[in-house]
């Protein structure tokens, strides 16, 4: 019922996503779906989101994943920038690690359930895309998490 999100970023997933208009149109879909893990965002404040966030999911994924995650990943933007945030500013804890990648399902769960209606076949597709992103995250994160992460030394954000 809301399309919110189909006209965020078309055709341009393979540029570099610093552009702050950009960044600022997913975070206000981000409250506006209800995305969890958006005080993290207000922390660390625009400049250093745009750092973080580079709009086709993370770099550490193999190309072929991200290829495939590119064509469906646009209406899930807003949640893979909360966990590239979460990624680069974590604890570099595995339980850390763990709540990015179950927050990331959730919030891709949430946005699909927004933009499709339970009768619209998508939701179930997209669902399954949500689950597998995450899965993928798990799978594939570890390395990567620990790579990005600058650790937050005792601040527990």
């Not at 702050?20 to 893990?37: N, R, S, V, W």
């Not at 005080?39 to 190309?63: M, Q, R, S, Y």
């Not at 920038?81 to 595995?94: A, K, P, R």
């Not at 895309?129 to 620990?146: H, K, P, S, V």
């Amino acid at each position: 019922h809301h399309h919110m999100g189909r006209h965020v970023l078309h055709g341009e997933g393979s540029e570099l996503m610093n552009d702050q208009k950009k960044i600022l149109e997913l975070i206000k879909l981000a409250y506006d779906y209800g995305l969890d893990g958006m005080a993290k965002l207000e922390d660390i404040g625009l400049a250093a989101i745009c750092k973080v966030f580079n709009g086709t999911g993370p770099v550490w994924f193999p190309e072929v994943i991200r290829n495939a995650i590119d064509k469906l990943s646009e209406v899930f933007l807003p949640a893979i920038m909360i966990h590239d945030v979460d990624f680069s500013y974590g604890e570099g804890t595995y339980e850390d690690f763990a709540r990015a990648n179950n927050r990331l399902e959730y919030n891709m769960m949430t946005i699909a359930d927004a933009e499709c209606s339970w009768y619209n076949p998508m939701r179930y597709i997209r669902r399954r895309q949500a689950r597998l992103f995450a899965e993928l995250c798990r799978a594939f994160g570890w390395i990567a998490y620990n790579k990005t992460c600058n650790y937050t030394k005792g601040t527990n954000k």
